[in-house]
């Protein structure tokens, strides 16, 4: 089946604080693998990115089979990726000033920071009310050109701050929603503190802290390829020229070793109130939820004292107030699955929910996937 790709400019008019009502542009990537047909036919579907790894990086690794988007795309679906501003190639404002790199985070900018510094912008750069207004733009281009009434939505990690309430608030326009490793305070606040927040608007990666934070969570032998943390910061710098001239000097290379940046954001909103209201959550939207055994970014091990940073993925699962709802441990898999070896059963298990929105021929339960893929209930 043929794929057809096409990079999209999204018309938004901004409400990130600081660049509230300026007109940009999100970016978008669409891989269509739609059969010939009506338009009532054609099945889309909407990935979005967590806090860290931009869309290309997360959903269109161009490496072996690791392709999410396109594996979707070749099953007949005609699939959407956007970048949130401060991510990827959609607009990063403020973030191109190394004084507006988080004050723990100096040493991997270029040159490398100490001392006083001044911020140009001395605030935190986006949060949930601005990712859900880009998200319903987003949707709302998906249904009007494609000439669809409902998007099914894929997210991963943060972008279930995004996605989850939306779908709440728009039940009508989403279809199902499918959340890998999703974030989840239990206890998260309800409400929107004053905007803008103080702070700083940059994070940065580095390779070290990628390799050492997914390290963290392989314990299986077979877990993940050899070469693959290189493989995903290679993505990171493709899509990052400013980031990639940061960080120290490599001495045999004579070249910086790169930062991968990202937006420093507010969240609210969402939480066990959230999750239950109105039974739309396992109601009329059903939801997948996806884990890996061995999470512990959305798992907080031990638990926080600070219900902001509290997170739980079983407790999703248990304040979703519908029926329609499925929990699924992978075995052998961390925070990173769609980089592991997982990565085909994730990809087989996302078709399958978007075709039929079971698991395991059930639409309620919590089941554990193997490593080949087999799910069984669990008891």
């Known amino acids: 089946m043929a794929i057809t790709m096409t990079d999209h400019s999204v018309p938004h008019t901004s409400t990130v604080p600081a660049t509230a009502g300026q007109k940009v542009e999100l970016f978008v990537r669409e891989r269509d693998g739609t059969p010939p047909g009506p338009p009532a036919d054609r099945k889309a579907v909407l990935m979005l990115h967590g806090r860290s790894i931009p869309t290309l990086t997360a959903y269109d690794l161009q490496h072996t089979s690791y392709g999410w988007a396109e594996a979707l ?83 991963w990690s943060a972008a279930a701050f995004a996605m989850g309430p939306y779908a709440v608030k728009n039940p009508g326009k989403v279809e199902s929603l499918f959340l890998l490793a999703p974030i989840f305070p239990p206890l998260g606040p309800p409400n929107p503190p004053t905007l803008p927040v103080p702070g700083f608007p940059t994070h940065v990666l580095t390779l070290k802290g990628l390799d050492q934070a997914w390290t963290n969570e392989v314990h299986c032998a077979d877990q993940r390829e050899p070469g693959m943390v290189d493989v995903v910061w290679s993505a990171l710098m493709d899509i990052d020229p400013i980031g990639r001239t940061w960080g120290p000097v490599d001495s045999s290379t004579g070249k910086p070793v790169g930062a991968s940046r990202y937006r420093n954001f507010v969240t609210w909103g969402w939480n066990n109130t959230t999750a239950g209201q109105g039974g739309v959550l396992g109601g009329s939207v059903p939801v997948l939820i996806v884990h890996g055994e061995f999470d512990k970014t959305a798992n907080t091990t031990p638990p926080s004292s600070n219900p902001v940073l509290d997170f739980h993925v079983p407790a999703l699962y248990d304040a979703i107030a519908g029926t329609h709802k499925i929990l699924v441990t992978a075995k052998c ?33 919590r089941f554990e996937m193997d490593e080949n893929g087999n799910i069984s209930p669990v008891s």
């Open 333 to 365: 898999a961390s925070h990173q699955m769609p980089w592991e070896v997982q990565h085909k059963n994730l990809h087989n298990l996302s078709k399958h929910w978007l075709d039929q929105a079971k698991v395991d021929g059930k639409t309620t339960g």
């Open 73 to 155: 795309a070749r099953a007949g679906y005609d699939v959407f990726m956007m970048d949130l501003q401060g991510s990827g190639l959609s607009p990063r404002p403020r973030m191109e000033d190394p004084c507006n790199v988080g004050p723990n985070e100096q040493g991997a900018v270029n040159p490398p920071l100490s001392g006083p510094r001044t911020a140009s912008y001395p605030f935190v750069l986006t949060n949930s009310q601005s990712d859900q207004d880009e998200l319903a733009t987003v949707v709302e281009f998906i249904r009007s050109t494609r000439n669809v009434s409902k998007v099914a939505f894929i997210g």
